[in-house]
């Protein structure tokens, strides 16, 4: 172990030449410091690079507010019969200051490379497929297509899909503590590198409505319409030091950090490493070939076997339920409602019960010899864009005018298939079904967007 906290390169971590600073991009959202470009400012570059500076680093309160998402979930009755039942899942969200997020993503990228040689000398580097920078070009639909393609060549398997309760909420702190100086290969945090910890776990934020009721009393609602946009910062130093008296929350838990920072997606997998390491352990003992893979606190293990029944399939879970149990303390406690038994075998998917049942993976359902997008992926891309198309013809109606429709355009239809940069939708869609028809089943995906253009352009003329 290496005991000294001194630099192996910067940090005591892979060289920082190995960073990517395009991903460094300049965020446009309002905070209490400035925007900061970092391609343009070398300076603000150098100081995320220099430990001492970090070290004694003011970070400033994350800001907070709550996502209410609601979804449908099918149900059974007892008869048998399917019913969807409205769901409410609330989403904590947390966004750092504009110099604070690039010091996250930061030391995200230096954790990041010291977890790849760590998992790559203990084993484990196959299994954590999200939040990772050496699977680039990598994605959903990469990884689905390698558990789909893995049980679709046995001839008999168990599939065991599991969901963590939580789990940035319940992260235990001591043990992410223990692990990221194991990762890092050290004794003791350093300086910089402790400031950070302490950081996303003892967080500071402040609510956004008392935010909105800063702005608001300063500007009035009409003129802070027309100027939010403009505005450089939130408020002024000296008016921050006025607002923050009893605005200011920590989260005083022993568990907890906030999703959402650069940091905290690596910390996921770091907190990880013993987790992962014991159920792969496990599932080899069960068969050499089997596979395990973990998308932050979505897992999968599918596990070829000789025969496979529902006794197997329940010993089994059981065997696997009692080895997570021990992590309970960790803050690891599966979602039972989203966990998933399967049995494979004569070409077809069983649950528990033997009844024919569809296999849900990473928003790609695998159901009978079909497979095709989750119903709820799809029905979240119509309702936005039709959301937007309906933005669009009431701002026609108000002006008189044609209706803006680039925007819907490059975000929810083919014309924009490869908008600022990236993908969008449509274009998902379109290289998912390229992949998953070569699997030994039938792709619905192309079907199910293929109307998009015709159901878009309804919504803007009725």
Known sequence: MNRSNGPRGLHGLSSSSEINWSKYNKKKYLHFDKRVDIKEDEHMQAKIQDP????????????????????????????????????KKPREIYYAAHKDSLIYKHYGDLLNNAYN???????????????????RGKNNIDFAYEAFDFLLKQDQAIVIALDFTSFFDNIDHKSLKQKMK????????????????????????????????????????????????????????AEFREFKHGKIKVNQYSFGIPQGSGMSAVCSNVHLIDFDKEVLQWAKQKHPDALYRRYCDDLILVIPATIATVELLEEWKTELMAQIDCYKDEGLIIQEKKTELRLYRDKTIYNEKMEVSPLDYLGFVLDRNLIRIREKSLFKYYARAYKKAKTSKRIAYATNRPGPKRKLYDLYTHLGHKYMGYGNFNAYAKKAHRMMKTLPCKSHIKKQTKRHWSKIQKRLSD
Do not use: C
């Open 182 to 237: 194991r990762v890092l290969n050290v004794e003791e945090l350093s300086k910089d590198w402790y400031k950070i910890y302490k950081n996303i776990t003892r967080h500071s934020y402040v609510e956004k409505e008392d935010i909105e009721e800063f702005l608001l009393d300063k500007y009035g609602k009409k003129k802070l319409k027309k100027i939010r946009s403009q505005l450089p910062q939130i408020m002024e130093p």
């Open 52 to 87: 001492s500076w970090v070290a004694s680093y003011a970070f400033l309160p994350s800001i907070h507010f709550k996502i209410v998402f609601k979804k449908y979930i099918t149900l059974k009755k007892e008869n048998g019969e399917k019913f969807k039942k409205k769901d």
């Open 117 to 135: 040689d760590y998992a790559s000398e203990k084993g484990i580097d196959d299994i954590a497929v999200a939040y990772r920078n050496n699977k």
